[in-house]
């Protein structure tokens, strides 16, 4: 692998050490520009449910994750995505489908840098995002460079990252791989936000209801292995942590346990704080809206669900609700990177250290000690060559520590190249 | 024809284990004396192909025997009953194969950071050094083993209720009606007995075959996706789970056994 990275203690041992909720405050605090922004609770969330606290959250074993079928890049067009591959069942193991490979590789190089244009203003990345130890995959991750076309606030384009943990079934971290982009766009059009945090917090809105509709109207043909049956149905849900990258901010948007982290002058900063159920400030919304939580498995809210907010996860309001916490961070010439993830990584690699491995790729031309390439020359490092080599490189590595450090659920990494005219 | 089938069997994979540890040991040898990945590659092929060949050959031979006797094959005598704790449909666990894989790939990653961060030489490529395109090979590959994998035990979800379906619970009220009346002779039933359980062992032999065409398909797409020298490594750490479980099982019983005839 190509990133033998020498400067940073990867091999520490002190695994799973999630990151102290002070630490990260203390590195808030030396950020000036970054700010939150607390959205108020809107009063058109669904009201409880009677049945809450009667069901658990459930774990379905007999099916199969559902998958979309993998989308190809147009050459011509403007956005590229990189989907979850396809489970195919036709296929037995062995069988190696001959595009494969090419749908295989990281989003970075699918990218079409052969309009220049477009090249100019596509931000290098690469993504990761692997099954690991679970027998579910549950994440799902979706790229889409320029996704908002021409707007005229934005002439120079706008890139969207969106990372989905989903839980009880796949099926709702599937549907935001798949609407969230679009429902951002609509809404720059159309929706007449006046601020990102608007903006922001309608699309999670019209998300959440989205899903909510979509299961309640069940004539959708669904493959994941809920089969969007009620009232398992209800219990589903997923972490969103979307990054939209201007020229000139990074917009991050989240709910849930999955985090954005930016690299800034090898400082990691944390663009969103994880949605736990015993953070206080979310502990406290939580009972004041009659709810509870429980401590069983770690803490939860009526002791079945282990985040605070998240996509779906209808029986659980509103103790659990959709609004994201939106923060709005300048660029700087200092920014590095941008890792978005799943808590398979932040689970078991700190912030710091993630930071430190992506630096690390991005920086080196070549590693300081000579990593030999593996069999598929994937690691061959010359001068001058793209850094969305370098983005995929600190997304497998990040993915490979996280396995290496016993993450047993899904991971997704999703590495950004902030440098400017790097 | 059973014993016969399992006294076959049973010596075969004696042989096989003995050969296995053999290879264990050249497989040992050339993970440790490597030349540059270029030169050798080839003759480590070779020797991965060989010990690819070794299961393939495990599982023609249990396939055979399996026509003759899928019974035995499913819950076989010769097995420790730590390694039965780990058994699916008569063999290991497909997917247990991945975590394998991540789990030596860990190690070797770890220790790869290790052993630079210290000032060492970094050490010959293994499976620390999987590449981008190696982990979403293996990546696609787990998913649909794990969907192959449910499929079979759903499989056998179903042949294992149909122990209770109308032909075997009418033939079981029949036989002890039968033997009421008639005292102990149901031999007149003895043909109709035999060919309802020939047709459930039927199916548990089609189970049995897809599960290790499963476990060896496995086994051949993850050596396809490594390196040379990476299956070495895995092959190594595939011999050395397998030899150790079966040793620790039957540590485990031998202190049992000499624990009883103390008492």
Not at chain 1, 220 to 238: M, N
Not at chain 2, 200 to 211: C, N, R, T, V, W
Request: charged share 25%; glycine share 6%.
């Amino acid at each position: 692998m190509a990133g033998m990275c020498c400067e940073v203690n990867l091999a520490e041992t002190e695994t799973s050490a999630p990151v102290e909720p002070s630490s990260r405050s203390a590195r808030r605090r030396r950020m000036e520009i970054h700010q939150f922004n607390f959205v108020p609770t809107d009063s058109a969330v669904a009201p409880p449910l009677e049945t809450r606290g009667k069901r658990k959250r459930q774990k379905f074993d007999a099916v199969v994750p559902v998958l979309q079928p993998p989308r190809k890049c147009g050459k011509a067009a403007r956005s590229c995505e990189e989907d979850d591959e396809k489970v195919n069942n036709s296929h037995l193991p062995g069988e190696v489908e001959p595009e494969k490979k090419q749908l295989r590789l990281p989003a970075a190089e699918t990218t079409p840098v052969s309009e220049l244009d477009v090249a100019r203003d596509c931000p290098k990345f690469g993504m990761t995002s692997v099954c690991g130890r679970r027998r579910d995959m549950e994440d799902a991750v979706a790229i889409h460079t320029s996704f908002a076309g021409a707007n005229p606030n934005f002439p120079s384009g706008m890139h969207f990252f969106g990372v989905y943990d989903g839980h009880g079934c796949s099926h709702v971290a599937t549907r935001c791989k798949d609407r969230m982009h679009e429902i951002v766009k609509d809404e720059l059009q159309t929706g007449g936000s006046s601020s990102w945090e608007r903006t922001m917090f309608e699309s999670f809105l019209k998300m959440d209801k989205e899903v909510g509709d979509w299961c309640s109207g069940g004539e959708c043909i669904s493959a994941c292995r809920c089969e969007l049956q009620t009232p398992q149905c209800d219990a589903v849900g997923s972490t969103a942590v979307v990054a939209v990258v201007t020229p000139d901010k990074v917009v991050v948007s989240n709910c849930g346990d999955s985090r954005a982290v930016l690299c800034r002058n090898g400082v990691a900063i944390p663009l969103s704080v994880d949605h736990k159920p015993d953070r206080p400030d979310e502990l406290n919304r939580i009972q004041e809206a009659g709810g509870r939580v429980i401590f069983w498995d770690g803490p939860r809210v009526l002791g079945v669900l282990a985040m605070s907010r998240a996509i779906g996860d209808n029986y659980l309001k509103p103790f659990v609700i959709s609004e994201p916490e939106v923060t709005v961070t300048e660029r700087t010439a200092e920014d590095e990177c941008l890792i978005l993830a799943s808590d398979g990584l932040w689970d078991v690699v700190s912030n710091e250290t993630a930071c430190g491995v992506a630096r690390m790729c991005l920086q080196s031309r070549k590693p300081p000690s000579p990593p030999r390439s593996p069999g598929n020359d994937m690691s061959v490092t010359v001068a001058g060559e793209s850094s969305d080599k370098a983005c995929s490189d600190a997304s497998i590595l990040l993915t490979k520590l996280a396995l290496a450090r016993h993450s047993t659920d899904n991971v997704s990494v999703v590495v950004v190249d902030l440098r400017k005219s790097s | 024809m059973g014993n016969e089938t399992q006294d076959n069997f049973e010596e075969f994979y004696r042989e096989w284990r003995d050969e296995q540890k053999q290879q264990l040991d050249n497989l040992v040898f050339a993970s440790n004396n490597s030349q540059p990945p270029q030169t050798d590659s080839s003759s480590l092929s070779v020797l991965v192909a060989g010990v690819v060949a070794h299961y393939e050959r495990y599982y023609k031979t249990k396939s055979k025997c399996a026509k003759a006797d899928v019974l035995l094959l499913l819950s076989p005598p010769w097995t420790t009953s730590l390694e039965d704790a780990f058994i699916w449909v008569g063999g290991w666990r497909p997917t247990t194969a991945f975590h394998l894989l991540y789990s030596k790939s860990g190690l070797q990653f770890v220790a790869k950071f290790e052993a630079v961060e210290s000032g060492a030489a970094a050490s010959p490529i293994d499976l620390g050094d999987l590449s981008s395109e190696q982990v979403h090979l293996i990546d696609t590959l787990q998913r649909r083993t794990i969907v192959e994998e449910r499929k079979i035990s759903e499989k056998l979800a179903k042949q294992q209720e149909r122990v209770a379906d109308a032909e075997m619970v009418e033939l079981s009220h029949d036989v002890n009606e039968l033997s009421r009346v008639e005292g102990d002779d149901t031999s007149f039933v003895t043909g109709r007995i035999k060919s309802t359980l020939k047709l459930k062992e039927e199916g548990f032999h089609k189970i049995l075959q897809s599960a290790d065409d499963l476990r060896l398909g496995t086994i051949k797409a993850v050596v396809d996706i490594l390196t040379p020298m990476q299956a070495v490594h895995f092959l190594i750490a595939a011999a050395e789970l397998q030899l150790s479980l079966r040793d620790w099982g039957r540590e485990k019983e031998e202190r049992e056994a000499s624990s009883q005839a103390v008492a």
